[in-house]
């Protein structure tokens, strides 16, 4: 796929499904960085019940969290925990290392079975790393997520000013 198709595709995902949506900019945003900071912990096979439930506890925008935590998949999980493993250890004085992040992993990915059993052999695999993966990813998880809520906060203010100021006169 071109970059261009796929940069087209996520433009038109976010003012479409994001800034048009029919709710208050705050619980828009607030779902996104609900979506972001799920999206960035290591909650694999619960992400968007998590999400939804969050947001439903923070009186955010139900739904608009979900595609975001779609981000985290076989494919990317890696690129998204290793930095937070890594920087988890490093908090933890760097008692935990690389190696043991991706044997961790490894055995985590070798997936077999139903859901529950994929599942319970991910935390079975991640437990040895466990509190460097989560302090790391938590730490990630809230930077990002508060970066989400105001630029998602701005951006549905300004969507919504524009097309204010480019709605005919009539509608006015």
Known sequence: MPVRYVLNR???FFVYRVLSLD???HRIALGVAIG????WTPTIGFQMILTVALA???RANKLVGVPFVWISNPFTLV???GPNFLLGSWLLG???TWRQFDR???QAMAFHGVWYERVQAWWHAIWPIFMPLWLGSFLVGILLAILAYVLVYR????FRLQRQLHEPAIHK
Do not use: S
């Open 23 to 25: 709710d208050t900019p």
């Open 155 to 158: 951006a549905v203010l300004l």
């Open 10 to 12: 996520l433009r038109r």
């Open 79 to 81: 690129p998204i925990y």
């Open 36 to 39: 972001i900071f799920v999206t």
């Open 56 to 58: 439903w506890l923070l």
């Open 94 to 96: 760097g008692q935990y």
């Open 104 to 106: 961790a992993f490894h």
